[in-house]
């Protein structure tokens, strides 16, 4: 009893240091700080550290750390104190559900679902629980808990999927050169036997169909419509599923799609070109070995668990965050620690961030800037301004003089998971690279390319 009275404390304090960050403002930022949200999010780590001394033993006061410590990305610090609150009150329900989460985040499965489980009715549990069984692909269990997560235009396409083999796997190994490398890498597939133009995108959590590619290509509707985050914001698409996806010689057969409205994504990244009828997502690259070589432009594919040695390998650790969003940390013109979205198909930059982020690091639109609506009028409805950045680092990779775009991350994205997201890595970083994806360690492996 004693116990449950703690937890039920735990979630109340932590729960209401959330409701703190939430009134905080997302204003613009004073020039060379952060944004109030963050500054919110220090003053309550910096409260919270204070109120543990000397009460180092109290399970409520160290929740409200570790939640502290989990917003601003100090997921090593904020796993220790949870651990320690649970060694004190095994039952504590913000501890078991952030200790899953991070379970999640770093790909620890089975240890996370758990964890989440325990945890119940904890504020956040759910969603994360549901993640995983969507990760998971157990599209059955998802199903009965879409509803509840506010996911219920979903639900159609997931008993689609429970009742087939869904992504069944079919050859070897594949390579498939780019058609074009930039501003986006773009390749050809074949969509239900027919030969189609997709975007290559690391930041789109699902494949992504134009309503042509259903209409005309074959593809199956589904009812129902959901939210996905795609090129830094929430966008509504409906539900579909693939019949056939042939990727060179490979063919996965049952892969359900998101439809959004492409043709101005299109323009904006293929002008002239033959238009772009889908984003190849994380969703099917998750099902095979990955590497993607930006400086010889092509994208190696293989069966999952095929030898392959990286030449000279450098490993930068990733996190899996909600279902699909590849997310690593690293930072922008040597300032702090930041949580970067990858996403390869954030046209014409290598680093796409809200108006908070380029306040903080003093960077302003210059005159001619400021007149460009740029890609964003076209994606999202708003317009991104051009700038530009000195270094973007990951890991021990630098990348510099990079064009970036303001405005292309919502706001609103900065603290979608319960913890801070500052920005997008995007394609402009990976340029001349070489990466693979390794799912398993969920390492971005870079190697020599010469």
């Known amino acids: 009893m004693k116990e449950s009275r703690l937890a039920h404390r735990s979630l109340t304090l932590g729960g209401a240091a959330l409701a703190l960050l939430a009134l905080a403002p997302l204003a613009l930022a004073q020039s060379g700080q952060p944004d109030a949200s ?38 090593d610090a904020a796993e220790r104190t949870f651990r320690y609150v649970r060694s004190l009150a095994p039952n504590d329900g913000l501890a078991l559900a952030s200790l899953g989460k991070l379970a999640l985040f770093r790909g620890r499965v089975a240890e996370a679902e758990s964890l989440l489980i325990a945890a119940k009715d904890t504020e956040g549990a759910g969603d994360d629980l ?7 692909g157990d599209w059955k269990t998802a199903s009965t808990r879409a509803e509840a997560q506010n996911d219920p235009g979903r639900i159609a396409q997931l ?8 992504y069944a796997l079919t050859g070897e190994r594949a390579e498939l050169q ?22 290559l995108d690391l930041g789109a959590p699902t494949t992504l169909l134009d309503p042509v590619a259903v209409r005309v290509y074959k593809s199956k509707p589904l009812t129902g419509e959901r939210s996905v985050l795609w090129n830094g914001a929430r966008v509504a698409v409906k539900n579909a599923g693939i019949t ?102 954030l046209p014409e930059a290598g680093l796409g961030g809200p108006v908070e982020l380029f ?32 270094t973007v680092s990951l890991g021990t990779l630098v990348s510099d003089k990079l064009p970036a775009w303001s405005g292309a991350y919502s706001s609103s994205e900065l603290w979608r998971h319960g913890l801070r997201r500052d920005a997008m890595l995007g394609p402009e970083w990976f340029k001349g690279r070489r990466v693979t994806l390794d799912w398993t360690k969920q390492d971005l492996v870079f190697e020599s390319n010469d």
Do not use: H
Not at 159 to 166: M, P, Q, T, V
Not at 288 to 301: H, N, P, S
Not at 366 to 388: C, D, E, H, N, Y
């Open 178 to 199: 780019f058609e074009r490398p930039w501003p986006v890498p773009l390749i050809k597939v074949k969509l239900n036997g027919t030969y189609v133009l997709m975007a």
């Open 244 to 345: 056939s996806l042939g990727l060179g010689g490979l063919t996965l057969r049952d892969v359900p799609a998101g439809v959004l409205q492409l043709a101005k994504y299109s323009l904006s990244v293929n002008p002239q070109g033959v238009r772009i009828v889908g984003v190849l997502g994380v969703d099917v690259l998750r099902k095979l070995d990955v590497t993607i070589d930006f400086k010889r432009q092509r994208l190696e594919l293989r069966r999952p668990g095929t030898a392959y040695t990286p030449n000279d390998p450098q490993r930068v650790p990733f996190e899996l965050w909600g279902e699909n969003e590849i997310t690593a940390y690293g930072s922008v013109n040597g300032g702090r620690r930041m949580a970067l979205l990858v996403a390869s198909g």
């Open 359 to 390: 306040d903080e690091l003093g960077i302003k639109p210059g005159p001619i800037s400021r007149m460009i609506k740029g890609a964003g009028s076209f994606l999202q409805g708003r317009p991104w301004q051009q700038v530009s950045v000195g």
């Open 38 to 75: 963050f500054r919110e999010a220090q003053m309550l780590l910096r409260t919270a550290q204070r109120d543990t001394v000397g009460r180092g033993t109290d399970p409520v006061r160290l929740d409200s750390l570790g939640v502290a410590q989990l917003r601003l990305g100090q997921g």
């Open 130 to 136: 549901y993640s995983l069984y969507l990760r998971r």
């Open 159 to 166: 008993d689609w999927l429970g009742e087939r083999e869904a």
